[in-house]
C-alpha cells in the first residue's frame, strides 16, 4: 500500500481543511489530486509529510505512521511544493547538489547526481546560471531537478505547472508521466488544473472542501457516467425529445441545435435505436456521435453532488 488516511481531519482554528477524509492508493503509476484553490490538497500533502498532525484521525504512507515516522517518509519521498523553495544566490547544480545533501548524499555522489537530474528536466545548458535570473518555466524545472535528486520512491508535485508556458506544461507533464511509467517512482501530481490530471494520471482523487468527491481509475469513472450522444435533427425535434424523454435518456438541447442525449440504462445502446426512433417520430437524423467523457465532465457532476 502506498499511502493510506483513515478519517483524517485537520483544523486551522476552527475551519477544517481536510474533513473526515478517507482514502487508500496502491503504488504504480501517476495518481492525480484535483481539486479548486482551498479544496485541501496542499494541507494532504503536508500532513503525509509530517509537516502538519492531523486533528482527528490516523495517516500512513508506506505503512509508516506519519506523526511518529516522518523522518523515514522524507528519506523515500521528493517533494515539489507549490511556492518558491530556491535560494536565489545559488547556481542549479549548487541548489540540487546541496537538496542531495540534506537528504544524506555524500557530496561527491550529490553534485554527480545533480548534473543528471538537470540534464534530465531540460536545464543541462543552464545549470550553471543563478537561479535568479531564471524564467518562471526554468523554475519549476529545478523544483523538480531538486525532488528527485535522491532517487525517491514517491514524489509529491503541488502544482508543478504553476506559470509554465503552453509548451512548458506539455513538456513538464511528458516528465511526469516518464517518471511514472518509465523510471517506475510513484507520483501524486496535485493540481487544480482538470487537463494537467487528465493528461498525466492514471487515477484521481478529487477534493473540495476537504472531503473525497471522486475516487477511481480515470478510465473508469469516465465510462461509468453513461453513453452520450450528439444528435443533428432535421424536423419535428421536439417530439423526437419527448419520445426520448419517456425512455431511460436525459436530453439537452444545445446551443448549436444539436441534442445531446445521455443514456441513464445500465446497457449499452446500440446506435441504430435513434435511427429507428426517428423513423417513428416521423425526422431525419442527419449526425449521430458519440462523446467521449471528459475528467471535467465526471469532476462537474460529483460537484453538482455534493
Request: a negative charge; charged letters at 25%; proline letters at 3%.
Amino acid at each position: 500500500m502506498l499511502l493510506e488516511v483513515n478519517n483524517v481531519s485537520v483544523f486551522f482554528g476552527t475551519n477544517p481543511a481536510l474533513d473526515e477524509l478517507s482514502v487508500a492508493l496502491e503504488s504504480g503509476g501517476a495518481i492525480g489530486l484535483l481539486g479548486p484553490n482551498g479544496a485541501g490538497k496542499s494541507t494532504l500533502i503536508k500532513m503525509l509529510l509530517g509537516f502538519i498532525n492531523p486533528s482527528r484521525g490516523n495517516a500512513s504512507v508506506f505503512g509508516l505512521d506519519v506523526q511518529t515516522d516522518y523522518l523515514s517518509i522524507r528519506q523515500q519521498v521528493g517533494y515539489m511544493p507549490e511556492d518558491d523553495c530556491l535560494i536565489p544566490q545559488m547556481t542549479a547544480v549548487q541548489l540540487v547538489a546541496y537538496a542531495g545533501e540534506l537528504c544524506g548524499m555524500p557530496a561527491r555522489d550529490a553534485i554527480q547526481r545533480a548534473h543528471e537530474v538537470l540534464y534530465y528536466v531540460g536545464l543541462d545548458e543552464e545549470r550553471y546560471r543563478s537561479v535568479s535570473g531564471y524564467s518562471a518555466g526554468m523554475r519549476q524545472r529545478v523544483k523538480l531537478a531538486q525532488a528527485l535528486v535522491h532517487d525517491p520512491k514517491l514524489l509529491l508535485l503541488d502544482e508543478p505547472t504553476n506559470g509554465m508556458d503552453t509548451s512548458g506544461r506539455e513538456e513538464m507533464l511528458i516528465l511526469v508521466k516518464d517518471i511514472a511509467v518509465d523510471k517506475g517512482i510513484d507520483v501524486i501530481l496535485s493540481s487544480h488544473l482538470l487537463p494537467d490530471v487528465e493528461s498525466a494520471c492514471h487515477y484521481v482523487i478529487a477534493l473540495s472542501h476537504g472531503s473525497l468527491v471522486i475516487s477511481g481509475e480515470i478510465e473508469s469513472l469516465r465510462k461509468n457516467k453513461g453513453q452520450v450522444y450528439d444528435l443533428k435533427i432535421v424536423g419535428d425535434r421536439d417530439a423526437y425529445i419527448a419520445a426520448l424523454n419517456r425512455l431511460p435518456y436525459d436530453t439537452e438541447l444545445r446551443s448549436d441545435g444539436r441534442v445531446r442525449v445521455t443514456s441513464t440504462a445500465t446497457e449499452r445502446t446500440d446506435g441504430r435505436f435513434f435511427f429507428n426512433l426517428a423513423h417513428e417520430t416521423g425526422v431525419q437524423l442527419r449526425q449521430l456521435r458519440e462523446v467521449k467523457h471528459s475528467l471535467e465532465d465526471v469532476f462537474a457532476d460529483a460537484m453538482e453532488m455534493e
